[in-house]
């Protein structure tokens, strides 16, 4: 079945760039919509964007234009930026892959999750 | 930033059947917009519990099920378990968003 394998630093200096990768296997990255989640310490769950096979996207208002989500079709990655990270970023970071050719689909499957640290 | 109100926290000795509401409005659940609730165990990747407001993925018993009505929807888990004891979020699309909406998580305990 498809499995998320999630990459990248668990600590990241404040007003530098975060970045993680999503590695999809098990099947295609193609004719799906991919989104970031992320969950604060003590929080709930909070969309941080999506992007389509295709490359369109769209990202979370709250992230002020500090995130980019891209993706690798050949390499059945997507990936996440976020820039001028802060303390209130640090949470664990989870991809998930969402509807089949709809934007209005549910999260099935999600990656492991990386808990990513804001701290110098 | 939830727009998807639940209740804190609900809970029920093993076997009851316990309940929890997903309250939201017409930009989301009021519109024609599925809702979705995943069950959340510390340390672990959130599961799909139940898509399309009342579906099943394969798997999951058939103890948990789903309604949507108006802008609210409602989770249900029936002869409650130790193992069900985790914390449980809806999510629906919004339209005033053009994204994805969660709701504030409520937290099962079984006494």
């Known amino acids: 079945q498809v499995q998320l394998q999630q990459s990248g630093p668990g600590l990241v200096k404040p007003s530098e760039t975060l970045s993680l990768t999503c590695t999809v296997s098990g099947g295609s990255i193609s004719t799906y919509y991919w989104s970031w989640v992320r969950q604060p310490p003590g929080k709930g769950l909070e969309w941080i964007g999506y992007?389509?096979?295709?490359?369109?996207?769209n990202y979370n208002p709250s992230l002020k234009g500090r995130v980019t989500i891209s993706i690798d079709t050949s390499k059945n990655q997507v990936s996440l930026k976020l820039t001028s990270v802060a303390a209130a970023d640090t949470a664990v970071y989870y991809c998930a892959r969402g509807g089949f050719r709809s934007q209005l689909g549910w999260f099935d499957p999600w990656g492991q999750g990386t808990l990513v640290i804001v701290s110098s | 930033q939830s727009v998807l109100t639940q209740p804190p926290s609900v809970s029920g000795a093993p076997g009851q059947r316990v309940t929890m509401s997903c309250t939201g409005s017409?930009?989301?659940?009021?519109?024609?917009?599925?809702v979705h609730w995943y069950q959340h165990l510390p340390g672990t990747a959130p599961k799909l519990l139940i898509y399309g407001n009342n579906n099943r993925p394969s798997g999951v018993p058939d103890r948990f099920s789903g309604s949507k009505s108006g802008t609210s929807a409602s989770l249900a888990i029936s002869g409650l378990q130790a193992e069900d004891e985790a914390d449980y979020y809806c999510?629906?699309?919004?339209?005033?968003?053009?994204?994805?909406?969660f709701g504030t998580g409520t937290k099962v305990t079984v006494l």
């Open positions: 999510q629906s699309y919004d339209s005033s968003l053009s994204g994805y909406v």
């Open positions: 017409s930009s989301n659940i009021g519109s024609t917009y599925d």
């Open positions: 992007i389509y096979y295709r490359g369109s996207t």
